[in-house]
């Protein structure tokens, strides 16, 4: 059974630092790339980037460049989103999910299975 846990959520301080993770188990981990996604209260699921764990190909989105970094430990079937200077507009349950394909697009639509999230709240 394929599983994706997240765990690291919690409350920070604007521009403060989080990191995430996303456990995988339950298949092949080289074989599938990793997207985090993140939903704020009352918005659709945007994406934040994805990593291809085959050959560590990373796509972060526009927003969180230079502020959000998407890594993977292969050995621990483990994807990380470190998260600095975080802004309250960063509040949201933030997902990891498998992505069917590496060559499918870094979106909500390319993803098969997907965690139950963790709740990030960026306030003072």
């Known amino acids: 059974e394929v599983q994706l846990v997240e765990s690291g959520g919690g409350l920070v301080q604007p521009g403060g630092s989080l990191r995430l993770s996303c456990a995988a188990s339950?298949?092949?981990?080289?074989?599938?790339?990793i997207g985090w996604f993140r939903q704020a209260p009352g918005k659709e699921r945007e994406v934040v980037g994805c990593?291809?764990?085959?050959?560590?190909?990373?796509y972060h989105t526009d927003s969180v460049k230079g502020r959000f970094s998407v890594s993977s430990d292969n050995a621990k079937a483990t994807v990380y989103l470190q998260m600095s200077r975080l802004k309250p507009e960063d509040t949201a349950v933030y997902y990891c999910a498998r992505r069917w394909s590496d060559f499918a697009a870094c979106t909500v639509d390319a993803m098969d299975y997907w965690g139950k999230g963790t709740l990030v709240t960026v306030s003072s």
């Open positions: 990593i291809t764990n085959r050959d560590g190909r990373i």
């Open positions: 339950g298949y092949s981990f080289d074989d599938y790339g």
